[in-house]
């Protein structure tokens, strides 16, 4: 503990947590269900390594020791969001120095041991911990230049497959730290239970990693010198008798007793966060699992001071959604023009004209008096490929304008998978942050489940789900929405983890093909 830092009492969650808190396996991974005190084991495991690193005498004769550690998960809202509380409650941010330009860091020192007599520092270890998030960067980029003592990875099940592979080349090395005082480099991971056809599930419970031969395996088990290549270890479940961190949960072993009765309609949800067992991930689970209906669906009033946003998805089986932001920055989602086929169970082709007079009749119809002034066009960044592309994206934009004659169609600010479904997730996840209009009734269908990740035949013959988004007829009314969903101040900002404020990006909204000539 720091000189004069107020002492802060720390419950264990269980012998289990204490257990994974201990090893110094290379990689070491805890499994257990929501609320079972994973993440404060994961870093409390952080400072675990750095007070085992070698010491240097320093001024006075105390021993110092350094370390520098590693947090990554995949966006910083998530950081933000579930990380950095629950670090914040082991390291308050008033401790030592916290940036909050990403990556974040903290630095700050900690006295592990005292004169019994007079209470002087004998042993003070310095730390950094560094908090990165991925993104939309490859694990190559995200983890670019990291020298770190651990790296502490929160639900790895979320993560590429290749980050784990990736980060035992990172941990360990040093440019501004004596090798010889390095100790027990670690990469430690936490995860709710996934699915047995999961990455994570490989390397926690087959104890492969994805990538690494046997032989290059036992290459690294060789260099541990006694130290466990891979350990693992599964807490109880929720409702067991010897579940962990109850004593820490509000309501208690109530605190899973609610989670299975929210949640009864998703047996698989149900074994894997509270009863920590793993179980095949069925096809069509929802992309945006976060929405709920009670909650996310109400009547949205346009606002006449602010831009309608319309997003549009092109092609035969175009889509658009109209949206707007609040002066709070909320989304909301107003109507859709989706051309359904009778019964509602497919969709009919449109041309361009014909889409870009039916969204202008929509557009007249649910919002009296609108102009074009009124109103901002945004679209798939497909929409402005090259003139000569033998699908004419182009043609099909310049049609819709001219048919729906409210301005042009601007480019989506990005086509990115992963940036469009977080702007929609992160929207969802806020009190207040997202409704939908109840006669945007294709959308609401998209958020129940219309819209899903796809299904996969295994050599078996059996089904699996592959985080890759399925193609249906909910698809292009979801990417519609993506598209409005990035407008707005500090929308992908937010999401990459940048600073707000700065200069003004220069964006060049024109037609011309920069690469025409190569």
Sequence with gaps: MSEGAKPRIMRSPGPVADAFLRSRAFIK?????????????????????????????GPGGILRRSARIGVIRETYPALKSTTLKSWFRIVPESEGVFNW??????????IIRRDKKTNNPLE?????????????QSVEEACRSWEVNAALVEELDLQPPDLIP?????????????????????????LNMPDVESHAYQLAMDRQIEGLSDDEAKLLEETLQGRKLIDT???????????????????GRGYYVLQIAANKNKPGYVDRMVHCKPVPLMHGM??????????????????????????????LFAAAVFCQRNELGEFRTLGEVVNLAPGGKGLLKVGPTAFGKKVRQALLDQFPGITAEDVKLV???????????????????????VALDFGRIHKAKSNRQLLRNTAIWNAQGEQDGYYIDPRCKHLIKAHIGGYRYQKAELGTGETRGELEIAETIYTHVADAEQYAALEGEHVISDIRG?????????????????FSGS
Excluded at 101 to 110: I, L, M, N, R
Excluded at 166 to 190: K, N
Excluded at 239 to 245: F, I, K, L, V, W
Aim: glycine fraction near 12%; charge should be negative; aromatic fraction near 8%.
């Design 233 to 251: 270890y599964i807490q109880p479940g929720g409702m067991e008798p010897d579940a962990e961190n109850l004593h820490n949960l509000p309501g």
């Design 166 to 190: 990736f980060l035992t080349g990172r941990v360990g090395r040093f440019s501004d730290l004596d090798p010889s005082l390095v100790v027990d480099p670690q990469i430690v991971a936490v």
């Design 379 to 401: 679209g798939d960044p497909a929409m402005f490929a090259a003139a000569d592309r033998t699908d004419g994206e182009q043609d099909w934009r310049k049609a819709v304008e």
């Design 498 to 514: 940048q600073p707000r404020g700065g200069g003004h990006a220069v964006v060049n909204e024109s037609d011309f093909d920069v």
């Design 124 to 136: 003070i270890v310095d730390l950094e911990f560094e908090f990165r998030a991925i993104g939309d």
């Design 29 to 57: 991974i805890c499994l257990g269900p929501v609320g079972s005190g994973k993440t404060m084991a994961m870093l409390n495991s952080g400072l675990m390594v750095g007070a085992r690193q070698g010491a240097v005498e």
């Design 286 to 315: 929802p992309v945006n699992s976060g929405f709920v209906f009670t909650r996310h669906v109400r009547e949205c009033q346009w606002d006449r001071r602010r831009k309608l946003i319309v997003g549009i998805d092109n092609g």
């Design 101 to 110: 330009t990403p990556p974040y860091t903290h630095k700050f020192s900690k």
